[in-house]
């Protein structure tokens, strides 16, 4: 069956179906969106001024929501792929458990929700910022990027990237180089994250007919280019400790994991194309989410620290 007719009849399931409450819960991706709100969070908690808590909590929700939110409106689009490939098959759409109207209707409800609730209870520039991210991820890069170019990722990756730049305008009302180096951590991370993975997902990109690097440029080029990315981001990661927002045991920690994150990076290109390099793909790819979350880890420790001993008066 054609992606055409697979379409089609995934189209053809309109009516309302017998989905379980964890199917509306898979439509959110909540692995994705844990990653979403830990970003905001540390955006937020990084940010200078002072917030009240309960604006703040609300914040952080409306952040969870409009990553759920992108994530059913990308399912909704991505029905046909997603039945195509195996690591996607078993999602709520294409396993028959909701129809894509059902999706479509849960995602679009959950994004006015987010949105038009950060904006009236927070600043409207937070608004702005997860409304465009929003539409970003499902217009530009689910509808138009994916699909169309090899740079799907390279582009795309900033729909993920704007979160901790959220969490910090929650705030501040504003936008600065603090919050901008935040994004530029999580923007220059995705290509080499998402193309470590792409390099042992490659049969299922191509069945799916979606243009990949590995697919499009050979695994050659894919795995110099996340060496690329990778020499890019290292040093990226250690400038919130040179910007003088965070501390000592953050820049130590982000040198030293930089370098991890190199010679990760380096096995993966010295390794030989084929079956060989799967081995070093893996390991880069899981590697590559410790490395993103240990660095805002890290981060907020620090931040939660230093604003305890203000508090004691330390």
Same mark, same amino acid.
């Given at each position: 069956?054609?992606?055409? $007719?697979? /379409?089609?009849?995934?189209?053809?399931?309109?009516?309302?179906? $017998?989905?379980?409450?964890?199917?509306?819960?898979?439509?959110?991706?909540?692995? *994705?969106?844990?990653?979403?709100?830990?970003? =905001?969070?540390?955006?937020?908690?990084?940010?200078? =001024? /002072? #917030?009240?808590?309960?604006?703040?909590?609300?914040? #952080?929700?409306?952040?969870?929501?409009?990553?759920?939110?992108? =994530?059913?409106?990308?399912?909704?689009?991505?029905?046909?792929?997603?039945?195509?490939?195996?690591?996607? +098959?078993?999602?709520? #759409?294409?396993?028959?458990?909701?129809?894509?109207?059902?999706?479509?209707?849960?995602?679009?409800?959950?994004?006015?929700?987010?949105?038009?609730?950060?904006?009236?209870?927070?600043?409207?520039?937070?608004?702005?910022?997860?409304?465009?991210?929003?539409?970003?991820?499902?217009?530009?890069?689910?509808?138009?990027? %994916?699909?169309?170019?090899?740079?799907?990722?390279?582009?795309?990756?900033?729909?993920?990237?704007?979160?901790?730049?959220?969490?910090?305008?929650?705030?501040?009302?504003?936008?600065?180089? $603090?919050?901008?180096?935040?994004?530029?951590?999580?923007?220059?991370?995705?290509?080499? /994250?998402?193309? +470590?993975?792409?390099?042992?997902?490659?049969?299922?990109?191509? %069945?799916? %007919?979606?243009?990949?690097?590995?697919?499009?440029?050979?695994?050659?080029?894919?795995?110099?280019?996340?060496?690329?990315?990778?020499?890019?981001?290292?040093? *990226?990661?250690?400038?919130?400790? #040179?910007?003088?927002?965070?501390?000592?045991?953050?820049?130590?920690?982000?040198?030293?994991? !930089?370098?991890?994150?190199?010679?990760?990076?380096?096995?993966?290109?010295?390794? $030989?194309?084929?079956?060989?390099?799967?081995?070093?793909?893996?390991?880069?790819? +899981?590697?590559?989410?410790?490395?993103?979350?240990?660095?805002?880890?890290?981060?907020? !420790?620090?931040?939660?620290?230093?604003?305890?001993?203000?508090?004691?008066?330390?």
């Amino acid at each position: 069956m054609s992606l055409i $007719e697979k /379409h089609a009849t995934l189209d053809a399931n309109i009516g309302l179906s $017998e989905a379980s409450a964890s199917d509306y819960i898979a439509l959110l991706k909540p692995r *994705v969106m844990s990653l979403v709100v830990f970003t =905001g969070f540390v955006g937020l908690m990084a940010a200078p =001024g /002072h #917030i009240n808590p309960v604006i703040a909590a609300i914040a #952080i929700l409306c952040i969870a929501v409009g990553a759920g939110a992108s =994530g059913a409106l990308n399912m909704w689009y991505d029905a046909d792929i997603d039945a195509v490939m195996k690591r996607t +098959a078993k999602r709520p #759409i294409p396993a028959g458990r909701l129809s894509r109207d059902e999706a479509l209707t849960f995602g679009l409800l959950l994004s006015i929700f987010s949105v038009l609730t950060i904006g009236l209870f927070v600043n409207l520039l937070s608004a702005f910022l997860l409304a465009f991210t929003i539409f970003f991820y499902a217009v530009v890069y689910t509808m138009w990027l %994916k699909r169309s170019t090899p740079q799907n990722i390279v582009i795309g990756g900033a729909a993920g990237a704007f979160p901790p730049m959220i969490g910090w305008a929650a705030v501040t009302g504003s936008v600065s180089m $603090e919050s901008i180096v935040l994004f530029l951590i999580i923007f220059l991370w995705t290509p080499p /994250h998402f193309w +470590a993975l792409s390099l042992f997902m490659s049969d299922d990109y191509e %069945k799916a %007919k979606i243009p990949m690097m590995p697919n499009v440029m050979g695994e050659a080029s894919t795995k110099f280019q996340i060496w690329l990315y990778t020499i890019l981001v290292a040093p *990226v990661a250690i400038l919130p400790w #040179i910007m003088g927002f965070a501390g000592p045991v953050y820049g130590v920690f982000s040198i030293v994991m !930089g370098f991890a994150f190199l010679y990760s990076a380096w096995t993966v290109w010295r390794s $030989e194309v084929g079956e060989a390099m799967i081995r070093p793909a893996k390991k880069m790819f +899981a590697f590559s989410i410790f490395y993103l979350f240990s660095l805002y880890a890290v981060l907020l !420790g620090e931040i939660l620290v230093r604003k305890a001993l203000l508090v004691l008066g330390v």
